[in-house]
């Protein structure tokens, strides 16, 4: 398949890179530099390590919708291209999945080894597979990888190579930055509102006035993604929950301000959680079958995983609920206890505790 030949020239241009010694990041940051955050837990492998598969894998996480998207050719069974929408990996795992507070790549090889862990949004134990594709059909409003192709194997790859840099003697929950740094929560309702003037003085000038970011064509892939329309994440993604997605503004944007060695040059908190309101006030890429399948059935010990639902996931605000003598209730046919608004911009305290009262009332822990 020409998608494969075209990976492979890849591989070997960054093969080729690698030896010449030039950084492995894609932009004109040096994840070495991040040695002094990770460090001594994880050291950033040297690129001559990289198998022509790893380095496959890393294009791929570089510039997803340029090799799966709509104008690649290459379609799932049901005639779908696997990146529904235009972006690519790397525009949220930045520097390829190397920058600290950005949702680095560098332990999910070990962090989703068998067995997996548990997530009570889907339902079951989520392996690097599993996690891998819930980006693809979620982020990427697109459709799931086959577990035995080249794509799937490729990015497992690179994602095992950055996994060597986890030193000898830690384990990979002490890595720090390995994930988006928590945002405390708001004690008020998130204000798009403010946001809109944030999001004029802080973000248009890259992602655009209407949010469309700006777009390669010579690299298909976006220099500084859309943040809404059908280009952008979809809703039920992770990143179309704001206490999810206030955590990549909050840690790392305006890109050019925000330092990941320096947390004071981020903007307000408040700030932060307005803007990312904003953002999220606009339309994008919706999948109705998450509504269903989301947070059904029950966990390994028994508990309903509707109890455990994210309090942000407002495209089914339905839980917790309340009987009509104000008890906590899994009926449905019972009143949500809180509104949709709510469950879009918060506050998001008194759901998470109306969840563990509801979980309580109803016996489970």
């Not at 690179?158 to 720090?176: H, I, K, N, S």
């Not at 330092?259 to 040059?265: C, G, H, I, Q």
């Amino acid at each position: 398949m020409h998608i494969t030949r075209s990976l492979r020239l890849a591989g070997a241009a960054l093969l080729g890179l690698a030896a010449s010694g030039l950084s492995l990041a894609s932009s004109a940051t040096d994840p070495r530099e991040f040695n002094t955050f990770y460090a001594p837990s994880y050291r950033l492998p040297p690129a001559s390590a990289m198998s022509p598969a790893a380095a496959r894998g890393k294009e791929l996480v570089h510039a997803t919708y340029r090799f799966l998207g709509a104008e690649s050719g290459v379609r799932a069974a049901n005639g779908r291209p696997y990146v529904g929408n235009r972006l690519a990996c790397s525009n949220c795992h930045m520097e390829d999945g190397t920058r600290p507070n950005a949702g680095p790549l560098v332990v999910v090889a070990r962090k989703y080894a068998p067995p997996g862990i548990y997530s009570a949004r889907e339902g079951v134990n989520r392996d690097l597979t599993i996690r891998i594709n819930g980006c693809f059909e979620r982020s990427l409003a697109g459709e799931a990888l086959p577990a035995d192709s080249a794509w799937m194997q490729d990015l497992a790859a690179y994602m095992e190579f950055l996994a060597a840099g986890l030193q000898p003697g830690y384990a990979w929950q002490q890595v720090p930055g390995q994930e988006f740094p928590k945002a405390s929560l708001l004690t008020r309702a998130a204000d798009p509102v403010r946001g809109a003037a944030i999001y004029k003085d802080q973000c248009e000038s890259c992602h655009q006035r209407d949010g469309s970011g700006v777009w390669r064509s010579d690299e298909q892939r976006y220099r500084y993604p859309a943040l809404w329309g059908a280009g952008s994440h979809g809703l039920m993604a992770g990143m179309g929950r704001l206490a999810t997605a206030v955590t990549l503004v909050w840690g790392n944007m305006p890109h050019d301000k925000v330092d990941a060695l320096r947390p004071w040059t981020r903007m307000p908190v408040e700030d932060a959680w307005d803007v990312t309101a904003y953002m999220l006030s606009k339309t994008r890429p919706f999948d109705s079958r998450f509504t269903v399948t989301d947070w059904a059935g029950n966990d390994p010990g028994g508990v309903p995983n509707l109890l455990r639902r994210a309090p942000d996931a407002s495209y089914d605000h339905t839980m917790p609920r309340v009987d009509a003598r104000g008890h906590p209730s899994i009926n449905p046919a019972d009143p949500p206890r809180f509104s949709r608004e709510q469950h879009t911009y918060g506050p998001f305290q008194p759901i998470n505790d109306a969840l563990t009262e509801a979980r309580h009332w109803l016996g489970y822990p």
